[in-house]
């Protein structure tokens, strides 16, 4: 199962960057995305700096946000799967210095 996180940026007592930055504290292996009508300050450089992986500004017709979508849990799934190989190829490592 993915999980994904889809936040708007203007929202009542907290900013969707800073949700994105506590969920990503707490779950970093869920991606976020802020789509939003109010970019304000935001862009994509300054998103991607604090691990958001895609700034999307509404309006957006349905197949891009469906494209953007695919690719992020794309990404996330590259990325769980490099991070699991590295983790076995470490494991694999020390059993057999140990042995």
């Known amino acids: 199962m993915s999980l994904i996180s889809i936040l708007d940026?203007?929202?009542?007592?907290?900013s969707g960057t800073d949700l994105a930055q506590e969920i990503m504290a707490i779950r970093?292996?869920?991606?976020?995305?802020?789509?939003?009508g109010y970019l304000g300050s935001l862009n994509e450089e300054k998103t991607r700096s604090i691990g958001v992986k895609a700034l999307l500004v509404k309006p957006l017709e349905h197949a891009r946000f469906a494209c953007e979508l695919r690719r992020v849990l794309d990404e996330s799934a590259s990325d769980l799967a490099a991070?699991?190989?590295?983790?076995?190829?470490?494991?694999y490592s020390r059993f057999t210095q140990s042995t």
Do not use: R, W
């Not at 940026?9 to 907290?14: E, K, V, W």
């Not at 991070?83 to 494991?91: E, G, K, R, T, V």
């Open 28 to 36: 970093p292996d869920i991606p976020v995305i802020i789509y939003t």
């Open 83 to 91: 991070a699991s190989d590295n983790l076995n190829c470490h494991q």
């Open 9 to 14: 940026q203007a929202m009542p007592g907290l």
